[in-house]
């Protein structure tokens, strides 16, 4: 049981490349998250999805497009990249039961430490 | 809109002292979560609230949960150089699908 990865762990692009940010669960979790956490600073959601199809915008989605074929994956595409993205980017998943059944911890990948210059 | 506080934000503080960390959030919620982030690292669950008045402990951490009074505390005893690191709280937001974050607490405990 991997739990949560991420793919790459670290990446530098040039100003204007994209790239996709891979994240993959082996927990049968429906719910998943996009967060980035800039230097000294807390989490800021991106991007969510409740199950395979279903995505919505968190806090921050400007630069940023995702997509839920699968339970499993749940990539981070970012394009036209900019210097005010370098941030770490972290997975993460949980089991919900929706809204009135339950909500239960997240659980995070190792993340993606992202350099844009 | 749902937020939520942690003070203090940074503590820096001696082996074998005790102290508190604080989460105050501005709207009902019956769940709460603490997470500990080591530096270059990612995020750990270290406790889920579910219930006012629920109290949970693991070593010398201890975390307590007062919906009423929409408060969290996280209690260090008699703290050792291991449990340097930022925590941070949460709490589920209105729509339940997310989790809104404090802003972390950075704890450094000196030999």
């Known amino acids: 049981n991997a739990g949560v990865t991420q793919t790459p762990k670290f990446r530098i692009l040039k100003i204007g490349q994209s790239m996709t940010l891979q994240c993959t669960q082996d927990?049968?979790?429906?719910?998943m998250y996009w967060y980035r956490q800039d230097p000294g600073m807390g989490l800021k959601l991106i991007y969510y999805?409740?199950?395979?199809?279903?995505?919505d915008k968190g806090e921050v989605p400007n630069g940023y497009n995702v997509s839920r074929s699968t339970t499993e994956d749940f990539p981070l595409r970012l394009e036209l990249a900019a210097p005010s993205q370098t941030s770490v980017y972290f997975c993460a998943s949980s089991y919900a039961l929706g809204l009135a059944g339950g909500f239960y911890e997240q659980y995070f990948g190792p993340g993606t430490r992202l350099t844009v210059t | 809109e749902l937020k939520v506080e942690q003070n203090p934000l940074f503590l820096s503080m001696q082996e074998g002292k005790n102290y508190t960390i604080y989460c105050n959030y501005s709207?009902?919620?019956?769940?709460l979560y603490w997470y500990r982030q080591d530096p270059g690292k990612s995020l750990e669950s270290l406790f889920v609230?579910?219930?006012n008045g629920a109290v949970k402990q693991e070593g010398r951490l201890m975390a307590s949960l007062d919906t009423k009074a929409r408060l969290s505390t996280l209690h260090i005893t008699a703290a050792v150089h291991d449990l340097s690191a930022t925590y941070f709280c949460a709490v589920v937001g209105d729509s339940n699908y997310q989790l809104i974050w404090g802003a972390g607490t950075k704890l450094i405990i000196k030999p």
């Open positions: 999805s409740v199950g395979a199809g279903i995505t």
């Open positions: 609230l579910l219930s």
């Open positions: 927990m049968n979790h429906n719910y």
């Open positions: 709207t009902t919620s019956d769940r």
